[in-house]
């Protein structure tokens, strides 16, 4: 969740330029930007941090790829939570190894990769990200127009909700999200208001209640996320996206008239750990996964009470046809 989510859904946490990363191997809180990481070399140990976002992608890539750089190739791995922008500098510094999961930082990249060149470019993990409208299966199987933005304003009395009154309901996350959902409505002219469910945890709620009593609904929604795999959606087609349209939006975000875009999610690593010709480097920079194996890590973490390492564990033991792969070669 720019995404160009600067991953959009999840960019107005990254706006916290000043937030401070949260320590997840139980050490508390550690201000990234000025502290290395309390495992770094200890005592001549291998070592690697990696950065963690706040949703569940992100951390099902950490946690398999944590799995096997400690147990196939003996490094510690400490891992920070960061939200999106501060993970860039703190990158840049060194106080973080890599990141796994980026959805595009223009900005960023210009800056850390193109000019100062202290971040390097690690390539995709294998997925692709995309945020747009959705509606569940089962009520688009009884209405298909409805797959149609040209099309929502008919269905809008459907949708009403008591949070959204005489409009129909467009359900989105956290308030801190930053999405065209707002300019959409206002430029496509659609009898819909922007609910706010609060996280991304309460929207799942709230989606699994919809399901539950097989309820219409509208949301924002993207992939890849675990929880396709037990609500099936299927996207509302949006005004096809353009790069005039982002360029526009980008001028003016009140302007937003198109789709979201879709975005191959990258890798970046510190230049210095990038070249310094690690095993750890070279397995990450062959990490690569899909969309599937991606989903069912999440599910394990989001719905299933399984820990990170826990889940990681699981999925590497599942499917060693996939990860052999990224082991460098001796």
């Not at 995404?3 to 330029?17: C, D, E, S």
């Not at 509606?135 to 304003?153: G, S």
């Not at 509208?218 to 353009?242: A, D, I, R």
């Not at 564990?313 to 070669?329: G, R």
């Amino acid at each position: 969740m720019s995404r160009t989510r600067t991953r959009i859904r999840v960019a107005g946490a990254a706006a916290l330029a000043g937030a401070t990363l949260l320590a997840l191997s139980g050490c508390g809180k550690a201000d990234m930007t000025k502290q290395g990481s309390p495992f770094q070399a200890a005592g001549g140990q291998r070592s690697v941090t990696l950065s963690v976002q706040t949703w569940v992608g992100a951390q099902a890539n950490v946690a398999v790829a944590k799995y096997l750089l400690e147990h196939e190739l003996k490094y510690h791995v400490d891992t920070v939570q960061v939200d999106e922008i501060p993970a860039w500098d703190a990158l840049s510094q060194g106080r973080v190894d890599a990141i796994l999961e980026d959805w595009g930082h223009p900005d960023q990249e210009q800056r850390y990769v193109k000019d100062k060149k202290t971040i390097t470019a690690g390539g995709g993990n294998g997925v692709t990200g995309h945020i747009g409208w959705w509606v569940p299966k089962y009520w688009a199987d009884k209405h298909p127009d409805v797959t149609d933005w040209k099309n929502l304003n008919k269905y809008a009395d459907q949708l009403r909700t008591s949070e959204s009154g005489s409009k129909g309901q467009l359900m989105d996350g956290s308030p801190s999200y930053v999405t065209n959902d707002k300019a959409l409505v206002k430029n496509l002219k659609l009898d819909y208001e922007v609910v706010f469910a609060g996280s991304e945890a309460a929207q799942i709620t709230q989606i699994q209640q919809f399901a539950k009593q097989q309820k219409p609904f509208l949301t924002y929604w993207y992939e890849p996320q675990w929880l396709f795999n037990q609500v099936p959606m299927v996207e509302v087609k949006l005004p096809e996206y353009s790069d005039a349209c982002a360029e526009k939006g980008k001028k003016d975000p009140d302007s937003i008239d198109c789709a979201y875009p879709t975005t191959p999610l990258q890798k970046f690593f510190n230049t210095e750990f990038a070249k310094g010709g690690s095993d750890a480097a070279a397995f990450l920079k062959n990490f690569h996964w899909t969309k599937e194996n991606q989903n069912e890590v999440s599910e394990m973490i989001a719905s299933k009470g399984m820990s990170a390492d826990e889940a990681g564990k699981a999925w590497v033991e599942k499917h060693p046809d996939v990860w052999k792969k990224w082991l460098p070669k001796k």
